[in-house]
């Protein structure tokens, strides 16, 4: 069976930057395990996906634009340290969650703690820059009716939709 619009894909890849240092690779688990055509992961590498079947290999490039998008100079601010009550040490490079005035939930990482003021970025990690994936091709089969249904493949370990 090749990978399809609707097929459940499993996959191990390992993920570096443009210098060749790894990002995140799955060797030391599980395969990702994704519904193919629903948006699951990156458009870049989804469409480097279709049609390849069990057992291939692929060396993916993915542009920023087809994955986590250019850095949006909007989401870089300055806060002040206030906004972090109860956390005694600011430093770069730590990680938080956010409310936004709309109630989503945002990732941020500090970028730079000067006195009162603390610079925040809440672009993804990864955005702008260019990805390179191997990837290894481990099962396709079809999606079950209930997987199409919710948009996502169902692991058989419950899966959190609290019905």
Known sequence: MKIAENCVVSIHYRLTDDEGKELDSSSDGDPLIYLHGAGNIIPGLEDALEGQGVGDQREVIVQPEDAYGPV???LIQVVPRSAFKGVDKLEPGMQFQMEDPEGHIQEIMVQEVKGEEVSIDANHPLAGQV???SITVEAVRSASAEELD???????HGHGHGH
């Open 72 to 74: 949006d100079p909007e």
């Open 131 to 133: 990805l390179h994936f």
């Open 150 to 156: 919710h948009g996502h493949v169902h692991d058989g």
